[in-house]
């Protein structure tokens, strides 16, 4: 198994910034991609960012020029850095990994942590 701790939510206003950090323990080798997704009540969790473990990045369209995924693969952690933010932007941001487990994809996710943008 693995264990997703995120940190780094909070509020602040538009235009401002914060950084999310989350830190895999466990059952960590074979960790191919991570990255961050966003969920607001009532609707679908979407995707913010993804980096793999070739450095590979996709980010949503919303936040193209905005936000910036990054990982250290010493530290099994990942990182999204998040600036000129949006009320839009206001969710709840969750953490995921996945890890190629005898060829078969495993998907881990955290518990979340709430980002609120507003004035």
């Known amino acids: 198994q693995v264990q997703l701790v995120e940190s780094g939510g909070g509020w602040v206003q538009p235009g401002g910034s914060l950084r999310l950090s989350c830190a895999a323990s466990?059952?960590?080798?074979?960790?191919?991609?991570m990255g961050w997704y966003r969920q607001v009540p009532g609707k679908e969790r979407e995707l913010v960012a993804v980096i793999n473990s070739t450095g590979t990045t996709n980010y949503a369209d919303s936040v193209k020029g905005r936000f910036t995924i990054s990982r250290d693969n010493a530290k099994n952690t990942v990182y999204l850095q998040m600036n000129s933010l949006k009320p839009e932007d206001t969710a709840d941001y969750y953490c995921?990994?996945?890890?190629?487990?005898?060829?078969?994809?495993?998907?881990?996710w955290g518990k979340g942590t709430l980002v609120t943008v507003s004035s």
């Open positions: 466990g059952t960590i080798f074979s960790i191919n991609r």
């Open positions: 995921y990994v996945n890890r190629i487990v005898v060829n078969k994809i495993v998907d881990y």
